[in-house]
Structure formats: C-alpha cells, structure tokens
C-alpha cells in the first residue's frame, strides 16, 4: 500500500524506537497514564484516513 504512515507528511522518524516505527504529528500529544505527553507511535506499514501524501 503506498498511501502508509512512512510516506505521509504527518509521520516522524527523528524519536523512533524502531527502524519501522515512527511518531504520527497529525493531532498533538497526548497525555499518557505516566501523566507525561506524547505522540501517538505507529508502524511505517500503518495508515489511516488523515493520511496526506509528503511533498516531493
Ligand atoms: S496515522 Fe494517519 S495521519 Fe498519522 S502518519 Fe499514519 S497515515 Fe499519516
């Protein structure tokens, strides 16, 4: 599928944990139960129907 998270604009790798993994920056943060805030992880392979082509 090419409309996954890893080419869409929204997605981030810079914090990743994982070489395919990344952070979704379409909405902000979200708190978490350890009371801190973060991006929402997803998987390179993901997508969803936000998804936003990146700029070439
Ligand atoms: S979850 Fe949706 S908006 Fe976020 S990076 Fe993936 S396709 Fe883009």
Redesign the pocket.
């Known amino acids: 599928m090419t ?3 890893k080419a ?4 981030e790798t810079t914090e990743a944990k994982a070489a395919d993994a ?1 952070l ?3 909405n902000p943060p979200a708190p978490t139960s350890d009371k801190e805030s973060r991006w ?1 992880a ?1 998987s390179a392979d ?7 082509a990146q700029a070439k």
């Open positions: 409309d996954a998270c869409c604009a929204f997605f990344g979704c920056h379409f929402p997803v993901d997508w969803c129907a936000r998804f936003e």
